[in-house]
């Protein structure tokens, strides 16, 4: 066997290795309920903005909190915090990705938001995020 | 002017036979397709200018506030005036190549005219059978599918209604989307240049002799990909707000690994015209180059990226044109591989210690990292797959697959990897000579480079004090020696331009642009791994913030600063000094103070002002578009925006004055901090009292003490005017938004009265964030070396072949890239 050979096979073999690693972080859209059975555990929720409950950002009292209500893909209804300021046109959002966990009183902790504005011709979308 | 666009539809079809009346016909009518390409964009910028708004494209993406610098901006912000870009640039490196490439003129032509071909088929806009061919930006905005049936449309005098356009979208109008776009393009457009020489030499047979002509292409090509990538790092640097230039967005990818591909290309044919080693691989990499370029543009264009990227464009309904655009160059490989056995390869294997060896390695590294990222990136293409072909209900998923959850560490633990043995790589691989190295000669030139190296490393991660250990002492790890690799890519290239060389920069190139790479690896490293945020908000941080459990999921970023109100800020003590609006423009100016004290003297060792600044309407709504503004030393940046302010619709002021009776030496507290009546002022002075005659006046001197040791003087004053009316006039601490009224005297308990109301609405502040990058200019000025680097090799290159235009043996002093 050829020298280039071996090390076309050892690539191939580091190639699958990446891949694999890479998928397993792969993670799914998941609902409220999963996040709430599996209490600690990140997950990415897709859900849209609870306009008939209040939202809440006192830069005043604490710059890094926001607080909302999303109702996810089973009509679930959750308040979600987020550490962070309120992000640009938040209520006009069309839906919002939510990456995050849920804790022990059922409200859901998250450190990005991913919104999907709509507007007449283009479907601009604004992620916010810290950085962790 | 549709006249002129589908007019030169029916021209560029102009396909070259190899005669060469047949040539010359293809070649005129490459040439008018061009000029009528000049035509068209010179019509399209005419209709900006002047604000045509009668076409849909400059009423949707400009409009008369729009300052004229930001046009071309505007040009290019949507899909159809960057797809005219890109045809532009083919269009000149077509008249180029048309005037360079002699013999190759017909097969590269050919090439270039076909993918000319599915380019303006994008611009057309007509139906055929039903089906939506391309868009056509000029489009009359009464045309338009959405306004069809509205009133208006039949009017005949509708311009009178449509004032203004629909504007620039805010975060694109900024200088470095004005020049960003067309170096990107140029670079994309380029690619198509080393695909068509490959895509010539397989289908003439001509398997060897395209590679020389081909190789200042590769070179130009890698340089403007680059530079357009890295601008497009320093737009979003200097204008977005996701802290810093590179993401992993889908976008930002989609760019990226073409470049790598492209890279890998240009290594394995200097690889192959050194040792005859390696040229199916050139086919490959050239050919999957523009393949990618390909569907990059499908994955941004597309809408695919929808649910995962900031910023891609929405689907115009070309997907589906996209697709076939993509699928039209796929059968080069089937070419390549029908003709596999044609292309000549060296039956001899290589030697460990020869050059080609650790060139060909090195591609396939950077092939696996452009595996890896296309395989993330492409997320939303599998669940389309999965969903399309029935997998997902044969598996039993339930749910589509989302993106990982930590992104960036996602690419980066893989990603570090490859750029260490890329930097290694880079630094020892030119040491070697093609066919073999003697091993003492090897080893006894790259000892110093090595230990140089060596030394660099830990003195910088001792001095520089990097111990970023978010995920872990493995991460830490992979850091320092990414750090080592970086470093000895950019010493060890030095050290070749000398030793290697004999100090001949001309002939340098390679070497130029490896150190600048070695220096874009070491900024990245050092940029990412000690980036700090400076505005981290202390204030809340006891009640079990900062050492709490949630510490980490909640960085506290956000930090709140009131007018005139100074903060510590890392070791800064920063104010927000008022905003401003310069007349002419629609965006507001924050003044952002910063002071940095001697702790122990209290002088002040440096000062300036940063204006960060943000759109805060859009088109008549209320939102916060901001820019960033970032102070630039040598060694760092200070990076500083906005993330919220008040908004200014009028909330009423609920809070109530409460009486407190006092007397001299008593405090009142209130909930910032206490303040002490000191004692009573028989002649008060107060910037909202004038004194008049018969005034009886007494003044309240107050000290008010904070929480944050700040202190500050009140004084209220009672007054009798003309012995009968009461007067009194409060004395306000606006940061605290602290009110204090002097309401009665009690001359027999020796007391006074004084009314104390904390306003809850507080409207004067901003939230804003703050980092520290340090050395980010070692990443930029890489980015140039790099550039200069390519390009000093692709004249280079150009030289040798215009010296030896005959020579069919490899050169034998040859010099790799």
């Known amino acids: 066997m050829k020298k280039s050979n071996i090390v076309l096979l050892v690539l ?121 | 002017m549709v006249a002129t666009a589908s007019y030169w539809v029916s021209v560029r079809t102009g396909d070259e036979v190899k005669r060469n009346s047949w040539r010359l016909q293809g070649r005129w009518a490459f040439i008018i397709q061009a000029a009528s390409v000049f035509a068209v964009f010179g019509c399209l910028y005419f209709a900006l200018y002047n604000h045509y708004f009668e076409y849909k494209y400059v009423w949707r993406n400009s409009s008369r506030d729009l300052p004229v610098s930001l046009l071309l901006s505007s040009f290019w912000s949507d899909q159809e005036g960057s797809f005219m870009l890109w045809s532009i640039w083919q269009s000149i490196l077509g008249l180029v190549l048309i005037r360079t ?51 208006w449309v039949n009017s005949p005098n509708y311009l009178n209604f449509i004032k203004d356009g629909n504007g620039l979208n805010l975060s694109l109008q900024n200088y470095w989307m004005v020049i960003h776009p067309p170096v990107l393009f140029l670079g994309f457009a380029s690619t198509v240049v080393p695909f068509a020489f490959a895509f010539a030499g397989l289908w003439t047979r001509e398997y060897k002799e395209w590679i020389k ?49 492209l ?97 060909f390695i090195g591609s396939l590294i950077l092939m696996i990292a452009a595996i890896q990222i296309t395989f993330t990136t492409s997320i939303p293409v599998w669940n389309k797959l999965i969903n399309n072909l029935g997998i997902k209900k044969l598996l039993n998923l339930t749910n589509d697959i989302a993106p990982p959850s930590d992104g960036v560490f996602h690419y980066n633990k893989i990603q570090i990897w490859v750029a260490i043995v890329i930097g290694i790589l880079s630094a020892i691989v030119q040491f070697l000579k093609y ?42 790890m992979a850091i320092y020696l990414m750090m080592f690799a970086s470093y000895y890519a950019i010493i060890a290239n030095l050290a070749y331009i000398w030793i290697g060389q004999k100090g001949k920069l001309k002939a340098a190139g390679a070497s130029v642009a490896h150190i600048g790479f070695g220096m874009v690896l070491l900024g990245i490293v050092i940029t990412s791994s000690k980036k700090e945020t400076i505005s981290i908000d202390r204030m809340k941080m006891l009640d079990g913030g900062f050492f709490g459990a949630n510490s980490k999921e909640n960085p506290r970023e956000n930090l709140m600063l009131p007018r005139n109100f100074p903060v510590q800020m890392g070791d800064y003590h920063v104010t927000y000094a008022g905003d401003s609006l310069p007349a002419g423009e629609s965006k507001t100016y924050y003044l952002v103070r910063y002071e940095r004290k001697d702790p122990t003297s209290g002088k002040t060792l440096e000062a300036f002002t940063l204006h960060p600044d943000a759109f805060l309407s859009n088109k008549g709504e209320q939102t916060l578009t901001p820019n960033p503004d970032s102070k630039h030393y040598w060694n760092k940046d200070i990076f500083t925006y906005i993330t919220a302010v008040p908004l200014k619709e009028d909330d009423s002021d609920t809070a109530t004055y409460q009486p407190h009776v006092v007397a001299q030496g008593d405090s009142i507290f209130f909930s910032n901090g206490y303040m002490v009546m000191e004692g009573l002022d028989p002649q008060p002075a107060n910037r909202n009292y004038q004194a008049e005659p018969n005034d009886l006046a007494v003044g309240a001197t107050l000290k008010v003490y904070t929480k944050n040791n700040d202190q500050y003087n009140l004084k209220p004053i009672y007054l009798i005017r003309d012995s009968s009316y009461e007067y009194n006039i409060p004395d306000t601490v606006a940061p605290l938004s602290l009110y204090v009224r002097f309401s009665k005297i009690l001359p027999k308990d020796k007391k006074v ?20 990058f340090p050395f980010i200019n070692v990443l930029w000025i890489g980015v140039i070396v790099t550039v200069i680097g390519f390009i000093m090799s692709m004249f280079q290159r150009l030289r040798q072949n215009k010296e030896k235009p005959a020579v069919k043996k490899p050169l034998t002093k040859e010099r790799a890239v």
């Open chain 2, 263 to 359: 890279v890998a290309g240009i290594h394995t044919l200097l690889a192959f015209k050194s040792s005859g080693h390696a040229l199916k691989a050139t086919f490959f990499f050239f050919f999957i180059t523009f393949i990618l370029i390909l569907y990059s543009t499908f994955l941004t264009r597309s809408g695919v990226l929808g649910d995962t990227s900031v910023h891609s464009f929405t689907d115009l309904g070309m997907s589906g044109q996209l697709t076939f655009f993509l699928f039209a160059f796929i059968p080069a490989f089937g070419m390549l591989i029908a003709r596999r056995k044609e292309i000549p390869t060296v039956h001899k294997e290589e030697s460990t210690y020869s050059r080609e060896f650790w060139l």
């Open chain 1, 12 to 132: 191939i073999a580091v190639a699958i290795g990446v891949i694999v690693t890479v998928a397993g972080d792969f993670s799914t859209y998941e609902t409220f309920a999963t996040a709430r059975q599996k209490e600690g555990k990140e997950f990415q929720v897709i859900g849209t903005l609870d306009t008939t409950k209040t939202m809440v950002y006192d830069a005043a009292k604490d710059a890094n909190l926001f607080t909302f209500y999303v109702k996810d893909k089973s009509g679930d209804v959750c308040k979600v915090i987020y550490f962070g300021t309120k992000p640009t046109d938040f209520e006009k959002a069309e839906s919002v990705v939510l990456t995050g966990k849920m804790i022990k009183d059922g409200e859901f902790h998250c450190g990005k938001i991913l919104m999907k504005c709509p507007s007449k011709y283009k479907n601009d979308q604004v992620a916010v995020g810290n950085k962790v």
């Open chain 2, 753 to 772: 009265e004084l009314e104390v109301k904390e306003s809850t609405v507080f409207r004067d502040y901003i939230v804003m964030k703050a980092f520290i």
């Open chain 2, 101 to 151: 490439t002699k013999r190759w003129e017909a097969p590269v032509m050919t090439m270039i005219s076909f993918a000319q071909v599915c380019l303006s088929s994008m611009l057309i806009g007509i139906f055929i059978l039903d089906y939506k061919v391309g868009s056509n930006p000029f489009l009359l905005l009464r045309h338009a599918a959405e306004n069809q049936g509205l009133p």
């Open chain 2, 213 to 261: 002509p081909a190789l200042p292409w590769a070179l130009f090509s890698a340089a403007a990909l680059g530079l357009g990538i890295m601008m497009g790092a320093a737009w979003a640097y200097e204008s977005l707000t996701f802290g810093g230039y590179w993401a992993w967005d889908p976008v930002e990818n989609a760019s990226l690994v073409p470049w790598l591909t």
């Open chain 2, 435 to 476: 066919k073999d190295t003697p091993r003492g000669e090897f080893t006894r030139k790259l000892m110093i480079p090595t230990a140089l190296a060596l030394i660099a490393t830990v003195l910088s991660g001792w001095l520089g004090k990097v111990n970023y250990d978010t995920y872990g002492a493995g991460f830490l």
